[in-house]
């Protein structure tokens, strides 16, 4: 969350939350959601076979999506 914040400093909160509850595919997953000021909100949904993995990846998505959003911006 704080290298979100640092990447994005309008973020005003991050959560993340990890479902440890294996599928079929025996993958866990992360979803992470960022909101910047009351109107943009971000999330990001990764499974992988551990926690650390689908975390960067979801991770990896929030940073494109505030990327793209930060774009706008300019």
């Given at each position: ?6 990447f994005f ?66």
């Amino acid at each position: 969350a704080e290298g979100l914040l640092k990447f994005f400093e309008r973020l005003v909160s991050v959560a993340v939350v990890v479902d440890l509850h294996q599928d079929h595919a025996h993958n866990v997953k992360v979803e992470i959601t960022a909101v910047a000021g009351q109107k943009h909100e971000f999330v990001a949904t990764e499974a992988a076979n551990d926690v650390a993995a689908a975390f960067h990846a979801a991770a990896d998505k929030i940073k494109q999506q505030i990327k793209h959003y930060k774009e706008k911006l300019q």
